[in-house]
């Protein structure tokens, strides 16, 4: 089993900068590389959206469309941390954000082939 926990949510202003971090633990986490990560968030009534993406060795990364250009996905295996830089935030990115590991190798986009699930942190940004 596989522990992930998020932080670095709040409150900002259209235009500032939050970095999310998630950190992987459990019994089974002998090494956070085999795990390939995710970032997804969640407004209210919309279903959960992809965001970032990253491989085990952090190599290879995706990002929606709606996020490029503005977030940077990045990550430490020696310390079981993956981050996500949010820059130019916008009301529409105002959601609950979650982290997501699988042992597998490259980039996953898809929710539903995600294996474990932090509990989210809340971002909100105002106009």
């Known amino acids: 089993q596989v522990q992930l926990v998020e932080s670095g949510g709040g409150l900002v202003q259209a235009g500032g900068s939050l970095r999310l971090s998630c950190i992987g633990s459990g019994r089974t986490v002998s090494s956070f590389s085999y795990y390939a990560m995710g970032w997804f968030r969640q407004a209210p009534g919309k279903e959960r959206e992809f965001v970032a993406a990253i491989s085990r060795a952090g190599g290879s990364t995706d990002y929606a469309d709606s996020v490029k250009g503005r977030f940077t996905i990045s990550r430490d295996n020696a310390k079981n941390m993956m981050y996500l830089q949010m820059n130019s935030l916008k009301p529409e990115d105002t959601a609950v954000y979650y982290c997501?590991?699988?042992?597998?190798?490259?980039?996953?986009?898809?929710?539903?082939?995600?294996?474990?699930w932090g509990q989210g942190t809340q971002v909100t940004v105002s106009s």
């Open positions: 997501a590991a699988r042992n597998t190798p490259g980039v996953i986009t898809t929710p539903a082939d995600y294996e474990y």
